[in-house]
């Protein structure tokens, strides 16, 4: 029976495979696994029972480790016992002078390095689209908006390419994490590997290497949480931007605004009463998860203030942060590229809205001008605000206002005016910085 809306309705399978019964179980298998090989390259078990365990970890079924568990009450070691009922004579080797957390970080290590992998191929998807959207659209002029209100022009090119900015630093951010969070460790129950005698290091260290991981440089029973917590981080911060870009998207797609559009299938119902509806509900959804995975990062802090060399207060709770934080960051990275993908742009609407104010969004444009041409920057400021507020009272264009000032009129003709206060020639740089931001993007991995 399906409970959790991660079972049936969000997340992709790939990352659900990472976070899967069976593959936690193969994680820890293959932990288990590479520890005997250390301890025989280390000389401190007989050669040739890496091999007989190695074998016996593919014989090794979830079923029957639940069985056991549901006997003895301990995880690991039901998992212990799977693994050494398959092992024959060398079952008395295995998990020889590991604690349980050795292999369960070792293992969690393992999986998020997988998680990561995947994370960082859909925020490139997501990038590579920003950044074909910027491309796109560098010369398409709209209304800027402060404070909610209409200001100079800007284009959407600049827009996308803001947001294309905003998940490359994220990709950094992730490739910087990736060593400190992927690490795993064999130090023993206080984490001074007495268990391994003097071997500790190298064995650590060669079944790190097996693994193709790093080893902590330093731990107690457990893997320093500081390491998960940035984990964790980058996935609200990450998220977070997605939500940043589907409420502007959400906003742009008011009914009074209309510039943008989700795509919506032929057949697709936006509300059950009301027939017309074209509502931006993967851009709300977005949005709603966001919050899911921001809420995770508390409870993940937490899990770094453990008793002494450790407790076990980090346990249930990670077994729900990692998981769902990841399937649905996994989830809106992909929904937001789709998003990204179909979205609909309305030129008509875009120019109306460059429209709506008569001209006063351009008083920048004019002020910027007078000042050129001799006025005082605050004088000319005053003298287009004076100009904007009689244009407004009046419902009037703000050129018609700018000619019926005595100081405006001596300094600009009409004409100049009218080319000013064109829209399309006050966007400044944003078609140069689009064009730059992609020529450096377009070369990163």
Not at 6 to 17: N, Q, W
Not at 129 to 144: D, I, Q, R, S, Y
Not at 385 to 405: F, H, I, P, V, Y
Not at 427 to 445: D, H, M, P, Y
């Amino acid at each position: 029976m399906a409970i959790h809306p991660i079972e049936y309705r969000y997340g992709h399978s790939e990352m659900k495979s990472v976070w899967s019964e069976e593959t936690r179980l193969i994680k820890m298998l293959a932990v288990e696994a590479a520890l005997a090989k250390a301890e025989v390259a280390a000389g401190y078990i007989p050669k040739g029972v890496d091999d007989k365990i190695a074998c016996a970890a593919e014989k090794v079924r979830l079923e029957r480790v639940k069985d056991i568990e549901d006997e003895i009450h301990h995880d690991v070691m039901a998992v212990v016992l799977a693994l050494s009922e398959q092992s024959d004579d060398a079952g008395k080797w295995v998990h020889f002078g590991a604690t349980s957390n050795d292999i369960l970080d070792t293992a969690t290590a393992l999986q998020i390095k997988d998680a990561l992998k995947i994370f960082r191929k859909e925020t490139s998807k997501l990038r590579s689209v920003l950044v074909e959207m910027a491309l796109l659209h560098k010369n398409t002029v709209c209304a800027g908006r402060t404070h909610g209100q209409i200001g100079v022009p800007t284009t959407y090119g600049l827009r996308f390419a803001i947001w294309a900015s905003e998940i490359d630093r994220h990709m950094e951010r992730l490739d910087q994490l990736t060593p400190r969070a992927t690490v795993g460790k064999m130090s023993g129950a206080v984490g001074t590997q007495a268990a391994f005698g003097k071997k500790g290091i190298e064995i650590q260290k060669k079944t790190m290497e097996a693994l193709g991981i790093e080893a902590a440089d330093v731990s107690n029973q457990i893997i320093q949480r500081d390491r998960h917590a940035e984990f964790v981080m980058w996935m609200a911060n990450t998220v977070t931007t997605l939500d940043k870009i589907c409420v502007e998207i959400r906003s742009l797609a008011r009914s009074e605004i209309a510039e943008v559009e989700e795509s919506f299938g032929k057949k697709q119902v936006g509300s059950s009463t009301m027939p017309h509806k074209r509502n931006p509900i993967k851009s709300e959804q977005v949005c709603g998860l966001a919050r899911i995975v921001r809420a995770m990062v508390e409870p993940e802090l937490l899990n770094n203030t453990l008793w002494d060399e450790r407790d076990l207060t980090n346990s249930s709770c990670e077994r729900i942060v990692f998981p769902e934080s990841c399937v649905l960051t996994d989830h809106v990275i992909r929904l937001t590229t789709t998003i990204i993908q179909n979205l609909r742009i309305y030129p008509e609407n875009i120019k109306k809205n460059l429209a709506l104010l008569n001209g006063l969004n351009m008083g920048e444009a004019v002020m910027i001008e007078l000042t050129k041409k001799g006025v005082g920057r605050q004088e000319a400021h005053e003298i287009v605000r004076q100009s904007a507020m009689t244009a407004r009272e009046t419902g009037g264009q703000m050129k018609d206002a700018l000619l019926g000032n005595e100081t405006v009129s001596k300094y600009l003709s009409e004409d100049e005016i009218t080319g000013i206060m064109d829209p399309e020639k006050y966007i400044g740089t944003a078609v140069e910085q689009v064009e730059s931001l992609a020529a450096k993007l377009k070369k990163r991995k």
